[in-house]
């Protein structure tokens, strides 16, 4: 019997909150820590069974989802979707190509590179890893003193760090946005705030219900048709009247959106991840 399999390194409340939601909804789910998994050439997974893959780091995630596409597993989101979202440079690019708004951005390969790009910009510039979440490891660079500190640092990290992501600083005043796009259509957002200039809830934010207008609306679904999946969270930005894409998250956290919007985002998820089924 096809069933629903929930992939995780870390069990946190999003995963059991997927797995309350399936339950009272009857349907048959699983979760599976997967820390010490072999995925070979034997089949994972049942016939017929659904996977979402929320493995907290990307490499694992994106490693999990091609083995997995390789036997012919339906997931909620495919690796293309982990592969786009897991890098920043790469998200900036396909949401470029897509036309999409989104932050100035500019990327070199050495802290000479890196400097240039930010003299070129004009301070503040946001210096970020290409692959990291939680708002971790970013740098608002506001001088030249300032970017040759930061940039001499990170040349020392190793040779991911040695992609120098770069972003112009936008003032969004004291709150960004989290929108979630389920089945490719946005259902909830919420405002974050705080009075750092990072607004992430995992570095103290406050959220609030931010209800979706219509701009929002069409500005996530061509996040969601440049980048496709069944499941994402977009990080916006609300600049000189506009809407701006910041980053676009596969495996996002939603435990402190589900109060403030009064959505269930979860449930939300696991429909339409039983939808994808083969019947």
Known sequence: MPALRILFTRLRAEEKLLKEAADRRGIPCELRNVSD??????????????????????????????????????????????????????????????????PKFSVAFSQEGALAAAEAMGYPVVCKPVSGSWGRLLAKINDRECAEAVFEHKSMLGAIHNTFYIQEFVDK??????????????????????????????????????????????????????????FLAADLFRSQGRWLVNEVNDGGEFRNSIEPTGVDIPGAVVETAWSLREK
């Open 37 to 102: 998994a072999l995925f070979g050439s034997e089949r994972f997974c049942s016939e017929g069974d659904v996977v979402l893959a929320r493995c907290v780091s990307h490499n694992q995630n994106e490693g999990v989802t091609r083995m997995l596409e390789m036997q012919g597993v339906t997931l909620v989101n495919p690796s293309r979707v982990a592969e786009v979202c897991g890098n920043k440079l790469t998200t900036s690019v396909v949401l470029a190509e897509a036309g999409v708004p989104q």
């Open 173 to 230: 005043g004291s709150f960004d946005a989290r929108a979630f796009v389920v089945g490719g259509e946005p259902i909830c957002a919420i405002a974050r705030a705080s009075e750092h200039w990072i607004t992430n809830t995992a570095r103290g934010a406050s959220a609030s219900n931010l209800p979706l207008d219509g701009e929002m609306t069409s500005l996530l679904r061509s996040v969601h048709a440049a980048i496709g999946g069944g």
